[in-house]
C-alpha cells in the first residue's frame, strides 16, 4: 500500500509538472499569434481576425481547464502561494468561453490577452521552476 502511495505522489508530481508546460506553451502561443493585434477591431473587422480570435478562445479553454486540474491534483495547495493571479477569474472565463459562447465580448478577450496573459505566464514559469 505504501508503495502504492507514493508511486501515485510521484505521478501526480509529474502531472502537475506536465501541465505547467502545456500551460505555458498555450499561453505563449496566444501571445505569439496576437503579436500584430492592437485593437479589438484586429479581431473583428476580418475573417482571419475572426479565425484568430476564435483559436484564442480555444487556447483560453484548455488554460482554464488546465488551472481547474491543476487546483484538483494540487489539493487546492498550489495557488494560494501565488496571490497575485485572480485564479478563480481564470477558471470563470473557461467556464464563461464554453457555456456562453456566442456572447463573448471580444473586448475582454482582447483586453486578457494584452493585460493578464503575459503576468500570468510570467507567474506559470515562475511556479514550474519552484516545482
Given at each position: 500500500m505504501k508503495y502504492s502511495r507514493r508511486h501515485s505522489m510521484?505521478?501526480?508530481?509529474?502531472?502537475?509538472?506536465?501541465?505547467?508546460?502545456k500551460i505555458a506553451e498555450s499561453l505563449e502561443i496566444i501571445l505569439q499569434r496576437c503579436e500584430n493585434i492592437h485593437t479589438v477591431n484586429d479581431?473583428?473587422?476580418?475573417?482571419?481576425?475572426?479565425?484568430?480570435?476564435?483559436?484564442?478562445c480555444m487556447k483560453l479553454i484548455a488554460v482554464g481547464e488546465s488551472i481547474k486540474n491543476l487546483d484538483k491534483l494540487t489539493n487546492k495547495q498550489l495557488f494560494p502561494k501565488y496571490p497575485q493571479i485572480p485564479w478563480r477569474e481564470v477558471m470563470g472565463m473557461r467556464d464563461i468561453i464554453v457555456h456562453h459562447y456566442f456572447e463573448i465580448d471580444a473586448e475582454v478577450i482582447f483586453a486578457t490577452v494584452k493585460e493578464s496573459i503575459p503576468e500570468l505566464l510570467t507567474i506559470i514559469q515562475k511556479i514550474g521552476k519552484e516545482l
Open positions: 510521484c505521478n501526480d508530481n509529474a502531472k502537475v509538472k506536465h501541465l505547467i508546460g479581431f473583428l473587422d476580418t475573417p482571419g481576425g475572426i479565425s484568430l480570435l476564435d483559436g484564442i
